[in-house]
């Protein structure tokens, strides 16, 4: 191979090179970008699971001790009513007490004596859950007889397309507001109004909704929805 070939196969490798090397750069620089979004994304959440749960458990409309009078509350902190937590327990349903509009969320509550509640969504792990978040506080539970167990009580987020989908139609609700929102799902969607029974695929569970919402169904894929409050009532057409 002459001299003229060579410089030629030289230059040839090196401007590869710097195109290998300027991708790289590129690559590292953009994954660097989503790992921090990513990472500010779940502190985001977590930092709403955290409010949502202290608000929950200092709430006697929901599971803590005390009664609210005059808008006034007679509730200790992280201090739960064992009759609260038993009425609420293995229901599958959102609780009517607490509006979060972010994520689709389970409760376990449990104490010294192994003594465990479930409230909110029973499935632990479902698959339309795009990202699992768990917050643990402490506790104590009260019992009828005023024996008191330390404990801890955790909230398990599911966030994802589907619990910002639900949670618009309950902001909706609120807010009294018609609103176009695009969902992108792998799974069909459905609500029934006579069971009030909201599917995500083959799970399901009960939700709360503020305002009636009219039955839908919402196949997989990726569709504008759009959200048509009137009179109290809440029409959802794809």
Same mark, same amino acid.
């Given at each position: @191979?002459?001299?003229?070939?060579? %410089?030629?196969?030289?230059?040839?490798?090196?401007?590869?090179?710097?195109?290998?090397?300027?991708?790289?750069? !590129? *690559?590292?620089?953009?994954?660097?970008?989503?790992?921090?979004?990513?990472?500010?994304?779940?502190?985001?959440? $977590?930092?709403?699971?955290?409010? *949502?749960?202290?608000?929950?458990?200092?709430? =006697?409309?929901?599971?803590?001790?005390?009664?609210?009078?005059?808008?006034?509350?007679? %509730?200790?902190?992280? &201090?739960?009513? !064992?009759?609260?937590?038993?009425?609420?327990?293995?229901?599958?349903?959102?609780?009517?007490? @607490?509006?979060? $509009?972010? *994520?689709?969320?389970?409760?376990?509550?449990?104490?010294?004596?192994?003594? @465990?509640?479930?409230?909110?969504?029973?499935?632990?792990?479902?698959?339309?859950?795009?990202?699992?978040?768990?917050?643990?506080? =402490?506790?104590?539970?009260?019992?009828?007889?005023?024996?008191?167990? &330390?404990?801890?009580?955790?909230?398990?987020?599911?966030?994802?397309?589907? =619990?910002?989908?639900?949670?618009?139609?309950?902001?909706?609700? !609120?807010?009294?507001?018609?609103?176009? !929102?695009?969902?992108? %799902?792998?799974?069909?969607?459905?609500?029934?109004?006579? %069971?009030?029974?909201? *599917?995500?695929?083959?799970? $399901?569970?009960?939700?709360?909704?503020?305002?009636?919402?009219? =039955?839908?169904?919402?196949?997989?894929?990726?569709?504008?929805?759009?959200?048509?409050?009137?009179?109290?009532?809440?029409?959802?057409?794809?």
């Amino acid at each position: @191979m002459n001299r003229k070939a060579m %410089t030629l196969l030289t230059k040839s490798m090196f401007a590869i090179f710097m195109v290998v090397f300027v991708f790289l750069v !590129v *690559f590292l620089l953009i994954q660097n970008r989503v790992q921090r979004l990513e990472s500010g994304q779940q502190f985001d959440y $977590y930092l709403k699971g955290n409010r *949502f749960l202290t608000a929950l458990i200092s709430n =006697p409309n929901c599971l803590s001790l005390g009664q609210l009078q005059d808008r006034k509350s007679d %509730t200790i902190q992280s &201090a739960l009513d !064992v009759n609260k937590l038993n009425l609420n327990d293995g229901k599958n349903q959102d609780l009517w007490c @607490m509006e979060n $509009y972010d *994520f689709i969320y389970s409760i376990e509550v449990e104490d010294s004596s192994r003594n @465990m509640w479930r409230i909110g969504l029973l499935n632990q792990d479902p698959r339309w859950s795009e990202r699992k978040i768990k917050i643990t506080l =402490p506790c104590i539970v009260r019992f009828d007889n005023g024996i008191v167990h &330390a404990g801890t009580v955790s909230l398990i987020e599911h966030v994802g397309q589907i =619990p910002r989908f639900y949670g618009l139609i309950k902001e909706s609700c !609120v807010t009294k507001e018609s609103r176009t !929102v695009k969902i992108n %799902t792998g799974y069909d969607l459905k609500y029934e109004d006579d %069971t009030n029974t909201f *599917f995500m695929g083959d799970d $399901y569970f009960f939700p709360y909704f503020s305002c009636r919402v009219e =039955p839908f169904e919402i196949s997989k894929g990726t569709h504008l929805v759009y959200l048509s409050y009137k009179d109290g009532s809440l029409k959802i057409k794809v």
